[in-house]
């Protein structure tokens, strides 16, 4: 059975912190993403790896970097967390053709 | 950039009615993907359609791709409580290595 694991469902920490999402595959695949999902805004994607080492910048890359040593890992910081990166934070992975296949989610909470 | 515009963005229905969303983008897409996301779930791969003009049927969801490729639909005949989450499309987003994300179409059902 295909998976791709988050490395925490809820996470809550304080402003300012630095904050760690990490996302395995065990699917072999190049490509993978963190989306972020807020009520009313769909899905929002914020960096892409399409190989070890290799990154893009999505859509709201802002106040996120990432990082890919691995190719089965993929790593989300928050260098410094705001309240207003509170959200649900989707990684998914993708073998270039077919479906993405996401993980349960981290649903991230900023105080 | 591409964008893909989703319609409608709720939709509420009493059980046993039909429901469609409906799906645009601004170019040309080689294929649409459509993805179910349950409350309290994470995105789930439905089907994805290719050919121009291409009608696919699962069960109860009827899936279309526009004659130009620039449309697709989904149709739910008589809903049941079970089809209750957010349908969100996905096409090819101006690079080899990701999707873009219609914003989806939240659907209730009342039983």
């Known amino acids: 059975d295909v998976k791709v694991t988050q490395s925490s469902r809820y996470l809550v920490k304080r402003t300012g912190e630095k904050v760690f999402l990490e996302c395995v595959q065990d699917?072999?695949?190049?490509?993978m993403f963190w989306y972020r999902q807020d009520p009313g805004l769909g899905l929002r994607l914020i960096y892409f790896s399409y190989d070890v080492k290799m990154k893009e910048k999505g859509d709201i890359p802002e106040g996120y970097s990432v990082s890919r040593e691995k190719k089965e890992r993929f790593s989300l910081i928050l260098e410094s967390a705001s309240t207003n990166q509170t959200s649900m934070y989707l990684c998914a992975s993708w073998g270039g053709v077919g479906e993405l296949f996401f993980g349960e989610g981290s649903r991230l909470t900023v105080l | 950039g591409q964008q893909v515009m989703q319609i409608p963005q709720y939709q509420h229905v009493q059980e046993g009615e039909d429901f469609t969303t409906y799906c645009n983008s601004s170019?040309?897409?080689?294929?649409i993907q459509w993805y179910k996301q349950r409350p309290g779930g994470h995105p789930v791969f439905l089907i994805q359609?290719?050919?121009?003009?291409e009608v696919k049927k699962q069960k109860r969801l009827t899936f279309q791709f526009g004659e130009a490729k620039k449309n697709s639909s989904l149709h739910i005949t008589a809903t049941q409580t079970t089809d209750v989450g957010t349908y969100f499309c996905a096409g090819p987003g101006g690079s080899n290595y990701k999707l873009t994300f219609g914003k989806g179409t939240l659907l209730t059902v009342n039983p």
């Open positions: 170019t040309t897409l080689s294929n």
């Open positions: 699917m072999d695949h190049e490509n």
């Open positions: 359609l290719v050919k121009s003009g």
